[in-house]
């Protein structure tokens, strides 16, 4: 485990206490634990989520048609 000290503004501190009170955590580091893991799951590598993995194999199972230009594609669909 890894210790730091940090400094935060009485705003950020009033938002550890509440996520502190609302998930029911012991202290202010579980809940900056919390924070970042919430972090993670919604904007670090969605790619590796199991997610993200099975709608990519939703799409690929997909049908597709394959166009070889941008007017053929245009013709098709005008």
């Known amino acids: ?8 503004d009485e705003r950020e501190d009033r938002v550890l206490n509440i996520v502190k009170a609302k998930y029911g955590l012991k202290n202010k580091s ?8 919430i972090y993670e799951q919604k904007f ?3 790619q590796l989520r199991p997610e993200y993995i099975q709608k990519l194999e939703k799409i690929r199972k997909g049908k597709f048609i394959k ?3 941008l007017g053929e594609l245009r013709k098709a669909t005008g």
């Open 1 to 8: 485990m890894v210790q730091s000290i940090i400094r935060i």
């Open 44 to 46: 670090l590598e969605p």
């Open 30 to 37: 579980e809940a900056v634990a919390l924070i970042a893991e």
């Open 67 to 69: 166009y070889n230009s």
